[in-house]
Each structure stands twice: as C-alpha cells, then as structure tokens.
C-alpha cells in the first residue's frame, strides 16, 4: 500500500513541471521569436515478482508481475515551429521565412542565437537586440542615412542624406543547426550552442536551405493559446487523479490500521 502512496506522488510531481511548462508558454505568448516548450513523460522503475517464461515442472508462464514506480519527466523540448508573421512597418524589424537563426555577440564575446528580428540602432549605428547586443556579422547603419532597405537576402543598404542611389553598408548572416532543439535557452529570447545542435553552420539567406528575411515583420510567438488551455486542463486533471491515488491509499491503510483481532 506504500508502494502506491510514493507511485501517485510522483505522478503528481510530474504533472507539477507539466504545469510549470505550460504557464511559461502562456507567459510568452506575446514575446517576438517564442518557441513554446514540451515536457516528455516517461514510466520509471519497476519491481519484478515474477518473470515471464518462469515456472515449474517444465511449464511457462506467458505473462510476468512487474509493478511500476510511477513517472517523471524525461525531457522538455523547444518545439521550432514558425510563429505567426506580424507586420510593423518597421524598416529594422526582421523576420525569418525558415530555417535559420540570427547570430547575436555578447558582451564576453559568446556567440549566441536568436529569432527574434526586433533590431535597433545604438549611438554608432550598429544593428543591436533590445538588450543593446550587436548583430553579427556587424552592420553600422551611417548617421545621415534617411531610409534603410533589407533584402530578402539580406543585403543592407541606405540612402544617405542628399544622395539618390542607395550604399550597400553590410549584409546578415543567418546560422543553422542540424539538432535545433538541443539549443539551451538562456532567456531574453537567446539560445546558446550545446554538445547536441551540432556545429552552427552560417550562411546567405535565402541559400543552402536557409530562409529569407522580411522587413517591417516580426515572428511572433508560437503558442497557441486554445492548444495550451487544452493541456492545462489535461494536466489539471492528471494532477487530481493521481492526489485521488494518494488518498484512496491512504483510506486503505487507515482501514488496515482499525482491524482488531
């Protein structure tokens, strides 16, 4: 009877993270370039009583006694796929048509990644995030320029004040990976490299299976908020049951404890 008191908590410990990953996809329903996450259940230990093909006298048992330990979270996967487009009419908003990152250079000098497109401008021009990161390969959008033209494959260029022929300034890169789901989620809408995304790869947008760009649009999130409700209430549900498991084994040990001779 113990057995099943440990078996539902752990049950309910699963649904818990379930639960905790669920409020932090709907937390970010509205951040640009949001890739909703998945937690995996997988079953855990079990206890054998009797093996399956043993017997006596030369007979078989066809089927065994195995008594699982419950459950527990075995993964929880970002899920890559492509958010809503929005459009902003802002001519350093960028969104990625496809695969493909945007590559992001921090202050220590880490390489980092992300897809979401919300570029500004610093105080010398560089394209940056919103945290004041800048772009790499860098791209320094010239004072006097008074509009900025992107390219689906990603040229930059400017018309600069007084001038009627535009200036190419740079050009954006994006990088890919073969394992995109491996990427570690550092928060601020950046991803960092791990042992299992495999070696970044960079590349022309629009080539070597890498998307395009659009400018004045930005990938929103890709929760859908219908989808989470429905696992929320599904885990709500789940988490109830399994609480029920605990106390029905509880009542049952109270009955085992009341037996007089």
Known sequence: MIRALWTAA?????????????????????????????????????QTSKSAGSGVDGSEVPTGVQIGLGSRVAAVQKVFTTGDFQQTENELDLAIEGTGFFQITMPDGAEVYTRSGAMKKDSTGRLVTSDGYPLFPEVVIPENSTSVTISP??????????????????????????????????????????????????????EEGFGTLSQGFLEGSN???????????????????????IKTADEMLQMTSQLVR
């Open 223 to 245: 929760v859908n908020i219908m989808e989470e409700m429905v696992n929320m209430i599904a885990g709500q549900r789940a988490y109830e049951v399994n609480s029920k498991a």
């Open 10 to 46: 752990t049950g309910m410990q699963s649904q818990q993270i379930n639960m905790d990953v669920i409020a932090n996809n709907l937390a970010n329903v509205n951040s640009s370039g949001f890739k909703k996450s998945r937690a995996d259940f997988q079953d855990i230990l079990y």
């Open 153 to 206: 494959g990603g040229s930059v260029e400017v018309i600069l004040d007084g001038e009627s022929t535009p200036t190419q300034v740079g050009n954006i890169e994006l990088v890919r990976f073969a394992n995109p789901a491996g990427l570690k989620s550092l928060g601020r809408n950046l991803y960092a490299e791990t042992p299992t995304t495999g070696t970044p790869v960079s590349g022309t947008p629009g």
